[in-house]
């Protein structure tokens, strides 16, 4: 492979690959997906030995951080296996982060075998500290199966970051709680704006909560600051003085981020989605089933890279109240 690195139209370089290792779930949140989902076939979905030979591709030509979602990346089988091998990369130094994004329901028994092999800090989606609630959000989640996650994880000392989607009616009743209780467990939060993506059986537009309303609302009772730091992603950060913890906003609908975008997402059958809110895709599983020493697969690579656009389209309002893209947020995994 060469090792010239893989820079977009824009001049952005691609060193962040999210990887939806499945598309399915144990949960079925209200704002991700429809009660009745139909997941991909079986046969569809790349195994985890190809899974591992595509990410040490993009490994290969430059990709520095690694993220595992899904889907719930955790009700993969054998996913440890693939984690495992993924941390042969930490070692040899090309990476420099392996990581997941979770709903915590699984992760009382994987974290000590996610810290054994290299994983450092995970992202746990919460969105209420209140059972009746995580029950209704989720559809049919246990709070403390969460909870118990989380506690496991602090002890094998992983950083946390807790990811709130803002949801109009449902929490915004508990901003101030979140913060306190993040605070308290020395978790980082960041609050993200619904996005229009997949049918889900309600309106968008019912869910939608602008977090600009939701950082004025915060500001009137905590000491807010503009933080510089950047993690190369969509999120922007204030410090809480009074938690001393980070506070993130993702702000797609509200403040368009697409400027400093350094990631590509793969799913798991071997798609590539060059942005999460556009439709356009690359095939890599063809390339990486094609016989060779791997030079098609860096081709479609490079040619998938020559396509990123400039930004998404999400749009919610009355007159947009339709999916901006048809696919669900778990098959690119956010
Ligand atoms: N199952 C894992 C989880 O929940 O963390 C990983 C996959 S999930 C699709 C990744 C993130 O996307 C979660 O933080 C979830 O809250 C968020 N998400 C799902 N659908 C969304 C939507 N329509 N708009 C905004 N965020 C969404
Ligand atoms: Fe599952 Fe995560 Fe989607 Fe919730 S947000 S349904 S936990 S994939």
């Known amino acids: 492979m060469s090792n010239v690195p893989l820079i977009d139209p824009f001049d952005r370089q691609i060193s962040y690959l999210r990887v939806s290792v499945t598309d399915r779930c144990d949960l079925r949140c209200v704002y991700c997906m429809a009660e009745d989902m139909t997941f991909l076939p079986k046969a569809d979905v790349l195994s985890l030995e190809e899974l591992d030979r595509l990410c040490s ?31 042969r990369h930490l070692e040899s130094g090309a990476l420099d982060e392996l990581t997941l994004t979770s709903n915590g329901t699984q992760l009382a028994k994987y974290t000590d075998e ?44 992983l950083a946390v970051k807790i990811n709130t989607v803002a949801l109009k009616g449902i929490n915004d009743d508990e901003f101030d709680r979140m913060l306190t209780w993040c605070g308290e467990c020395g978790f980082d939060l ?14 968008r537009i019912d869910q939608y909560l602008p977090l600009s309303m939701v950082r004025a609302k915060l500001a009137e009772r905590w000491t807010l600051t503009d933080s510089d730091h950047r993690t190369g992603g969509p999120a922007r950060y204030v410090e809480v003085a009074e938690t001393g913890q980070r506070l993130g906003f993702i702000t797609p ?24 809110g556009q439709n ?8 990486l089933r094609s016989n060779g020493d791997g030079g098609a697969l860096e ?36």
Request: charged residues 25%; positive net charge; contains cysteine.
């Open 57 to 87: 591709a993009f490994v290969g030509l430059g990709v520095r951080k690694l993220r595992l979602t899904g889907g719930e990346p955790l009700v993969r089988k054998n996913i440890l296996w693939l984690i495992r091998q993924l941390g």
């Open 114 to 157: 996610l810290a054994a092999a290299g994983v450092r800090r995970i992202n746990v989606s919460l969105d209420t500290l209140d059972p009746t609630k995580f029950a209704a959000i989720t559809r049919w989640g246990k709070l403390d199966q969460v909870l118990d996650g989380l506690a496991a994880a602090k002890r094998a000392g």
């Open 190 to 203: 960041t609050f993200i704006e619904v996005m229009p993506m997949g049918e889900i059986g309600e309106q």
């Open 253 to 276: 609908l509200t403040h368009n981020f697409c400027e400093s975008c350094n990631r590509v997402r793969l799913t798991c059958t071997g798609t590539l989605y060059m942005c999460l």
């Open 280 to 287: 356009d895709d690359a095939d890599l599983r063809s390339a």
């Open 299 to 334: 081709q479609a690579i490079r040619e998938a890279i020559t396509r990123k656009p400039k930004g998404h389209d999400f749009v919610i309002d009355r007159r947009h109240n339709q999916p901006a893209v048809g696919r669900h947020m778990s098959v690119t995994g956010g």
